[in-house]
């Protein structure tokens, strides 16, 4: 069973940086591509990032490029996305998901708070 668990969430200020970590259990995390979403309440999911497998080249949505960075650590069966320079806009539930080699999600974690605000 696919379980994923985001950790890493907070509170910081404008300009801020944070790090969130996506760590798989019950599953081949190696196999999976690793999405990143965000989501505010009463607004669509927002893509973020990807992290393929097998060397995890990595695609980053156009809206946070440059702001963001996803990467993985299949020892640890870990992703992250580092996030750097927030805005209160990046407020929002982030949330990974493993997608299997068939690009059907086969799990979600239930998603970390981050807060940017002064």
């Known amino acids: 069973q696919v379980q994923l668990v985001e950790f890493g969430g907070g509170s910081v200020q404008p300009g801020g940086s944070l790090r969130l970590s996506c760590t798989g259990s019950?599953?081949?995390?190696?196999?999976?591509?690793i999405n990143w979403y965000r989501q505010v309440p009463g607004e669509e999911r927002e893509f973020l990032a990807t992290v393929a497998t097998s060397g995890g080249r990595t695609y980053t949505a156009d809206s946070v490029k440059g702001r963001f960075a996803a990467s993985r650590d299949d020892e640890k069966m870990t992703a992250y996305i580092d996030m750097y320079n927030l805005k209160p806009d990046d407020t929002a539930l982030y949330y990974c998901t493993a997608v299997d080699g068939a690009g059907l999600t086969a799990g979600r974690g239930q998603g970390t708070q981050v807060t940017v605000s002064s």
């Open positions: 019950g599953f081949m995390f190696s196999r999976y591509r």
